[in-house]
């Protein structure tokens, strides 16, 4: 069983910047992939950020170029540094890790809140 705690949400103004860390209560060395979830209200949970076997990263459109995942598996954290921020962004995002399509190795953080205001 591992447990995940995601921090660094809040609110920012507009084009400002936020770093989401997921912090993993044991080794995350071997799930593949991580990554990065958000919901937003009556709206269904979309990927926004992951990393996946091989270390590739794959993006949601509404974010490239602004948003950079990242793991340290020394450190069991998986983070999201979120550049130029839109309103657009405001959610709760949810950290995830995964072995493939395992349903026993699939595990979710309770999710933090980013606000963006205009």
């Known amino acids: 069983q591992v447990q995940l705690v995601e921090s660094g949400g809040g609110l920012v103004q507009a084009g400002g910047s936020l770093r989401l860390s997921c912090a993993a209560s044991?080794?995350?060395?071997?799930?593949?992939?991580v990554g990065w979830y958000r919901q937003a209200p009556g709206k269904q949970r979309e990927l926004v950020a992951e990393?996946?076997?091989?270390?590739?990263?794959n993006y949601a459109n509404s974010v490239k170029g602004r948003f950079t995942i990242s793991r340290d598996n020394a450190k069991n954290t998986v983070y999201l540094q979120m550049n130029s921020l839109k309103p657009e962004d405001t959610a709760v995002y949810y950290c995830?890790?995964?072995?493939?399509?395992?349903?026993?190795?699939?595990?979710w953080g309770q999710g933090t809140q980013v606000t963006v205001s205009s």
């Open positions: 990393i996946v076997t091989g270390g590739s990263t």
């Open positions: 995830n890790v995964r072995k493939g399509w395992n349903p026993m190795y699939n595990y």
């Open positions: 044991g080794s995350i060395s071997s799930f593949n992939p």
